[in-house]
């Protein structure tokens, strides 16, 4: 029988099970006495380690990477956000320490080995394949950043949902707003959760203009400046018949603006170029870039606060913060 199981078994909460078989006073007497038995009479026995990390705090908290980030070059906003949650925990007297894997099994066995090793008091995970069931059984405080709202299930309390489907489908409309039909895409190889969200977001906004993307209308990259570069390079001609570049991430889009400066075509007389994610450089980039910003300092501090909470021994039931992308117009896009 898993924690879940006893809870839902029980009609409580998992982290109310959890405190309960770890000895916590933040549970009633009645309660915690009910839980112990019927784990005892259905032969389920908390995680040691787990209850041991609860009376010796380490002043740490681990942060855990996406499935698909492999290094801070390659996916500048994961960055960004990193060091704003870095920058909240700081603040708040809390260590830092970077967990994650590319393959998820090697995600979830690194951190089971800090938890063994009793390094982290509590984890702030940003997106992630493996359920939150799963996390729930380290014992630890677990909020979840996540991509969809939709993949947040009804046990998912601890979770900020950042709308990358939103983000998208405003962009599109705002394309679709300004009379743009031929319109090329520079997204990336490897569709991983955001990147597909932003793209459904994007047809559905423009198909409210009647605008449909079809394939030969996207190209790939790898999310770097310089994949959105050789997007324009590898295919020049291309770029003369079209109205709008949208890429689905900043570093793409800086990289596609360079290469189209290079070939002379104006940006945005002959060609309009939108990002996404909101980072801070884009504002600097002459013509400044058009975005949909991803607050990452408003993701951090919702986050932190959910963690801040458990720390606490606060349930926090149904709070599940839903951050909505907001459209940036700057001078990198206009109408046809």
Same mark, same amino acid.
């Given at each position: 029988?898993?924690?879940?199981?006893?809870?839902?078994?029980?009609?409580?909460?998992?982290?109310?099970?959890?405190?309960?078989?770890?000895?916590?006073?933040?549970?009633?007497?009645?309660?915690?006495?009910?839980?112990?038995?019927?784990?005892?009479?259905?032969?389920?026995?908390?995680?040691?380690?787990?209850?041991?990390?609860?009376?010796?705090?380490?002043?740490?908290?681990?942060?855990?990477?996406?499935?698909?980030?492999?290094?801070?070059?390659?996916?500048?906003?994961?960055?960004?956000?990193?060091?704003?949650?870095?920058?909240?925990?700081?603040?708040?007297?809390?260590?830092?320490?970077?967990?994650?894997?590319?393959?998820?099994?090697?995600?979830?066995?690194?951190?089971?080995?800090?938890?063994?090793?009793?390094?982290?008091?509590?984890?702030?995970?940003?997106?992630?394949?493996?359920?939150?069931?799963?996390?729930?059984?380290?014992?630890?405080?677990?909020?979840?950043?996540?991509?969809?709202?939709?993949?947040?299930?009804?046990?998912?309390?601890?979770? !900020?949902?950042?709308?990358?489907?939103? *983000?998208?489908?405003? &962009?599109? %409309?705002?394309?679709? @707003?300004? #009379?743009? /039909?031929?319109?090329?895409? !520079?997204?990336?190889?490897?569709?991983? *959760?955001?990147?597909? &969200?932003? %793209?459904?977001?994007? @047809?559905? #906004?423009? /198909?409210?203009?009647?605008?449909?993307?079809?394939?030969?209308?996207?190209?790939?990259?790898? &999310?770097?400046?310089?994949?959105?570069?050789?997007?324009?390079?590898?295919?020049?001609?291309?770029?003369?018949?079209?109205?709008?570049?949208?890429?689905?991430?900043?570093?793409?889009?800086?990289?596609?603006?360079?290469?189209?400066?290079?070939?002379?075509?104006?940006?945005?007389?002959?060609?309009?170029?939108?990002?996404?994610?909101?980072?801070?450089?884009?504002?600097?980039?002459?013509?400044?870039?058009?975005?949909?910003?991803?607050?990452?300092?408003?993701?951090?501090?919702?986050?932190?606060?959910?963690?801040?909470?458990?720390?606490?021994?606060?349930?926090?039931?149904?709070?599940?913060?839903?951050?909505?992308?907001?459209?940036?117009?700057?001078?990198?896009?206009?109408?046809?």
């Amino acid at each position: 029988m898993t924690s879940k199981e006893l809870a839902k078994l029980l009609g409580v909460s998992q982290s109310t099970v959890s405190r309960s078989l770890n000895g916590s006073s933040l549970v009633k007497g009645e309660t915690a006495e009910r839980i112990r038995a019927v784990a005892k009479e259905y032969g389920y026995e908390i995680n040691s380690n787990a209850k041991s990390l609860k009376t010796n705090s380490t002043g740490t908290i681990g942060v855990v990477f996406p499935d698909h980030f492999i290094d801070f070059d390659s996916n500048i906003y994961i960055g960004n956000l990193f060091n704003c949650i870095r920058n909240h925990l700081q603040a708040h007297g809390y260590d830092l320490l970077a967990l994650g894997g590319h393959e998820p099994e090697d995600k979830i066995s690194g951190v089971e080995r800090v938890i063994r090793n009793r390094k982290v008091d509590g984890l702030i995970v940003i997106e992630s394949s493996i359920s939150q069931d799963r996390w729930y059984e380290t014992g630890h405080p677990v909020p979840i950043i996540r991509y969809n709202p939709e993949q947040a299930g009804a046990e998912e309390r601890s979770t !900020v949902a950042v709308d990358h489907h939103h *983000g998208g489908e405003v &962009l599109g %409309e705002y394309l679709g @707003r300004c #009379g743009h /039909k031929r319109i090329l895409c !520079v997204s990336a190889m490897e569709k991983m *959760g955001a990147i597909r &969200l932003r %793209e459904q977001g994007i @047809r559905d #906004g423009l /198909k409210k203009y009647g605008v449909i993307l079809e394939p030969k209308q996207f190209l790939h990259g790898d &999310l770097t400046f310089e994949s959105g570069y050789r997007a324009v390079m590898e295919h020049k001609d291309m770029f003369r018949d079209y109205t709008a570049v949208c890429a689905y991430n900043d570093a793409m889009a800086l990289g596609v603006m360079e290469a189209l400066k290079e070939l002379q075509i104006r940006i945005p007389d002959q060609i309009s170029v939108t990002g996404f994610d909101g980072l801070k450089i884009g504002a600097w980039f002459r013509p400044r870039l058009t975005t949909v910003s991803m607050p990452g300092q408003e993701i951090a501090e919702q986050c932190c606060r959910l963690l801040y909470a458990k720390l606490r021994g606060e349930e926090g039931e149904g709070i599940r913060p839903k951050i909505l992308p907001q459209l940036i117009i700057r001078e990198s896009s206009g109408p046809v």
